[in-house]
């Protein structure tokens, strides 16, 4: 091998390395000046401490829940002392995190099952009505007010759950049966 072609090679790296160099910083500068995604919790802006739950439910019975001195109390269709794990997830629905966004009027609210929805949850005065699940990925269409969320659906099944269900367990629930003998 010549001279003259290990200079051409030398200068071909030098020139390749910075070729990488400035794609590497024009990346790096990028990352810096984009702006982060901002997804708005579902109730923007999200309501003082819900002080109750109310869940209509097409062929099943009205839920409705109170909070009590830092307890909540299941009012109907049953009464008692609500499950606190089961009521966690229904209290967090107002801070939600969904993607994708439209105005009420860009979309067919009959076929997302939005204008008679078959599950209703208020929380307070704010009513989420809940329709039907994206064919793409199960998210659920759900609307508040003007605007409609493609949300998670992680609600729907609990709502729909078995009205005794959200009653706390009492201490006879509990203990064991035992047999005297």
């Known amino acids: 091998m010549n001279v003259n072609a290990l200079k051409r090679r030398q200068w071909l790296n030098i020139g390749l390395?910075?070729?990488?160099?400035g794609l590497l910083a024009l990346v790096f500068f990028d990352l810096l000046w984009e702006r982060p995604l901002t997804i708005l919790p579902l109730l923007d802006p999200t309501p003082a401490p819900i002080g109750s739950i109310v869940v209509e439910r097409i062929g099943q019975e009205r839920l409705a829940f109170e909070r009590r001195v830092e307890q909540w109390w299941?009012?109907?269709p049953q009464q008692g002392l609500a499950n606190p794990a089961l009521l966690d997830?229904?209290?967090r629905a107002?801070?939600?995190r969904c993607l994708l966004q439209y105005s009420k009027n860009q979309l067919d609210l009959k076929q997302l099952q939005l204008d008679?929805?078959?599950?209703r949850l208020r929380l307070d005065q704010v009513e989420i009505r809940f329709g039907a699940t994206a064919p793409t990925d199960g998210q659920r269409y759900l609307q508040v007010g003007d605007k409609v969320h493609l949300c998670p659906d992680n609600l729907y099944r609990l709502l729909t759950s078995a009205a005794g269900s959200f009653l706390a367990?009492?201490?006879e629930t509990l203990l064991p049966v035992t047999s005297d003998n």
């Open 74 to 76: 299941m009012t109907a």
């Open 116 to 119: 008679s929805p078959q599950l």
């Open 89 to 91: 997830p229904i209290l």
């Open 94 to 96: 107002a801070e939600m």
């Open 17 to 21: 390395l910075g070729l990488v160099s």
């Open 169 to 171: 367990p009492s201490l």
